[in-house]
């Protein structure tokens, strides 16, 4: 198995989840964070799911917080993603965040690194406008907990390449993951599916049923 250099731009909970499935993996990590107390909370997250994940994963059966923690670093400088495969951008849904995040960047990113959007339901394709090389720029969906849901969605921007598309898919088979690609479009395949329950749900409470 390729050992891969991945980036995980924001460590919330699925920022956390995924920085933990991939070092779980054996890959080495870096984990962006926005300053040093959030770098301390994402660790914090990352050290209690590795307590927990034993319970649920043959793959975590005898693996420590501490042996987790070996493969992971943290950082408060977007710089940090120069050298990475894959990063992975994970902040939260604020779509004048993102656009600021993307443009530093731009910067620093190598140009043969795949840069996955980590959203539910911001179209990959404005991502990609706020990134200096949209062809560079690729939807991937990962749910939580990561380390459990190993099917992924894949969206395809109007500008993402065909090569960043066949690097992506290679990169997530190394992790592990099943990907199925689908176009931009609102909520991708799984929220648009799984918001009608949802709405029929609340819908059930409303009429008193």
Known sequence: MSKLKIAVVGGGNIGSSLAFDCALRGHDVVVIEKDALSCEQSKERIMEIANYAPLFSPLAKGKTSEMILQNIVWAQDLQAVSDCELV??????????KQAVYAQMSEFIAPHAVLAANTSCIPITKLGSFHSTPAQVIGVHFMNPVYLKPTVEVIIGLNTSGQTQERCLELLS???????VVKDGPGFVSNRISHLFMNEAAFTVQDGV
């Open 174 to 180: 190394i992790l592990g993951k099943n990907a199925v």
């Open 88 to 97: 992975v951008e994970n902040i939260t849904e604020n779509i004048e965040l």
